[in-house]
């Protein structure tokens, strides 16, 4: 983390600037207790905030009521703290807190800001990564090998004993991290991110029997193709197509130590989490999540915004928005509202 300070007019700027709607309060919580000039030093956790001297620490909350107290201590400490906006259908109602202490209100005579806004979570990653994370100059290491046919924009990081092969197309602003694999032909698009250890386009595990008997490999040629802004974990592999590309949609988040097999086809906003297994020809719709250890056949679908649980094993394609668990994996009943 850098020691990079901001203002809270330079907060709400960058609230405006990413088009996040805020307000001056939710359940009573008002901006009162902060100037424009407050100094906003470092993150923190809500419920590790602390009062520090010559400035406030910036925190957030997923539920005004269940973290009240948390709430009320952060703000007591002068901080800076992001709490959801009141819902579509009324506002949030001021509840008892976790030590019993009312939501704080605007004339409570507390020192900190409160700044409601949708997501808090998401917004407080937004801001942190804005004024609070180093933002790494490009640069392709010395140990790094790079084919001559590869054409390395400017905004483009390679790092420690990467390799970049034969072909491979690469985006503004891709950041390949140290010892990391990239196959002949392999498409990256902008803003992506390959962590370290990564493999990425080589071939798939295809095996076929000749006449005599004997295993033999299925040439793969289609190679990969990573959209914007995707991430790649560490020690994750996405294997090339047999005749067309393996894909990862825009946005899609795939974690560490995750296998994607060939021709597997994944879109948008897809997420992928620890040491689950993608099979060959599986078709993964937008915004689907699935579970760290969850397996999925090979040739099945998954339907949009469809969830995959804890080790789930999919045999059977996953209808959308349906939620399914188990070993095989099976549907959840759907919640009563």
């Known amino acids: 983390m850098t020691q990079q300070t901001v203002t809270l007019k330079q907060l709400l700027n960058q609230l405006e600037a990413l088009r996040i709607p805020f307000t ?18 470092a993150p923190a956790s809500l419920g590790e905030v602390q009062a520090v001297a010559g400035g406030a620490q910036l925190s957030f909350a997923t539920d005004q009521a269940r973290y009240a ?7 007591a400490a002068g901080a800076v703290v992001l709490v959801p906006a009141p819902a579509e259908n009324g506002e949030q109602e001021s509840a008892p807190a976790e030590g019993g202490n009312p939501a704080p209100t605007e ?4 020192a900190g800001v409160a700044i409601a806004v949708p997501n808090p979570r ?25 084919h001559p046919s590869v054409r390395v924009p400017a905004s483009v990081s390679v790092g ?3 390799v970049v092969r034969a072909g491979v197309v690469l985006g503004e602003g891709v950041m390949i991290r140290d010892h990391v694999v990239i196959g002949e032909r392999v498409q990256i698009g902008a803003g992506s991110l390959i962590k370290s250890h990564a493999v990425i386009g080589e071939e798939g595990f295809g095996i076929e029997v000749d006449s005599e008997g004997n295993n033999i490999r299925i040439p793969h040629i289609g190679s990969a193709v990573l959209g914007e802004n995707t991430e790649i974990g560490c020690f994750t592999t996405v ?6 590309p393996t894909r990862i949609g825009d946005h899609s988040k795939i974690d560490d130590h995750v296998h994607i097999a060939h021709n597997a086809q994944l879109a948008s906003n897809v997420i992928v989490t620890a040491c689950a297994e993608v099979s060959g020809s599986v078709r993964i719709a937008d915004r689907v999540w699935l579970g760290p250890n969850s397996s999925i056949k090979e040739g099945l679908t998954v339907g949009e915004g469809a969830l995959l649980g804890l080790g789930a094993v999919a045999v059977k394609s996953v209808p959308t928005g349906e939620i399914w668990v188990g070993n095989p994996a099976k549907p959840l009943p759907p919640r009563a509202n």
């Open 24 to 41: 001056a309060g939710v359940g009573g919580v008002g901006l009162a207790g902060g100037s424009g000039e407050t100094t906003i030093i």
């Open 69 to 75: 107290d948390s709430i009320h201590r952060a703000l």
């Open 107 to 110: 004339d409570s005579g507390l």
């Open 122 to 146: 998401a917004v407080f990653a937004q801001l942190v990564a804005e004024f609070f994370v180093a933002k790494p100059q490009p640069e392709i290491a010395a140990t790094a090998r790079i």
């Open 160 to 162: 420690e004993y990467s």
């Open 239 to 244: 294997c090339s197509g047999t005749l067309t």
